[in-house]
């Protein structure tokens, strides 16, 4: 079965399991993106559409592009169908380079092999207008022995990326 599939099986669960998790950082990035006043974001591997819907609410230009079929289900009719959900690789996108004055991406590249995350974050230079902001939420699994050691119960935190980000100013 490949990981596409697995993304169809997964796709009618997705946001009911992950709402809870997911629901400050999904604030967050909408208040990222109006701080820093983001007029146009493509959120890169954008599953069920969720974070699209949101940011254009705020009414914020915001495209999302995903490779699963399953996913872009759902979020081609989140987003009521208007052509805001593409289907397409991020390694490889659908766009002029340059086009985005954001680019969003949440919890995607953890899962894909070293060279894929390389390809995705080198698309995202690409797209990006000059000066243009990039908002990654994503976390690591530690290498070696911790890594295969078995995890504690799921806790839940806030993640600190978006204070860090702003210390920073990016």
Request: proline letters at 4%.
């Given at each position: 079965?490949t ?6 099986r997964?796709?009618?669960m997705?946001?009911?399991l992950?709402a ?10 909408c208040?990222l ?9 493509l ?6 559409g969720?974070q699209?819907m ?6 914020i230009?915001?495209v999302g592009?995903d490779?699963?079929e399953?996913?872009l289900?759902?979020?081609r009719?989140?987003?009521r169908?208007r ?19 954001g ?7 953890h ?5 894929v995350?390389?390809g ?8 990006l ?6 908002i ?9 022995i911790r890594g ?14 978006f ?7 990016v």
């Amino acid at each position: 079965m490949t990981k596409e599939d697995d993304y169809i099986r997964l796709a009618a669960m997705y946001d009911p399991l992950t709402a809870p998790f997911l629901r400050d950082i999904r604030d967050d990035i909408c208040i990222l993106a109006q701080r820093y006043r983001i007029d146009s974001i493509l959120d890169m591997c954008c599953g069920t559409g969720y974070q699209v819907m949101l940011l254009r609410r705020k009414r914020i230009r915001a495209v999302g592009l995903d490779i699963s079929e399953g996913m872009l289900l759902i979020a081609r009719k989140k987003n009521r169908n208007r052509g805001v959900c593409i289907e397409g690789d991020a390694s490889h996108a659908p766009f002029r380079s340059g086009l985005f004055a954001g680019l969003v991406i949440t919890l995607a590249l953890h899962e894909k092999e070293r060279a894929v995350q390389h390809g995705i974050m080198e698309e995202a230079k690409r797209l990006l207008k000059q000066g243009g902001k990039i908002i990654l939420v994503d976390y690591t699994q530690p290498s070696g022995i911790r890594g295969k050691l078995p995890r504690s119960p799921l806790k839940v935190t806030r993640y600190p990326i978006f204070s860090m980000a702003e210390r920073r100013g990016v």
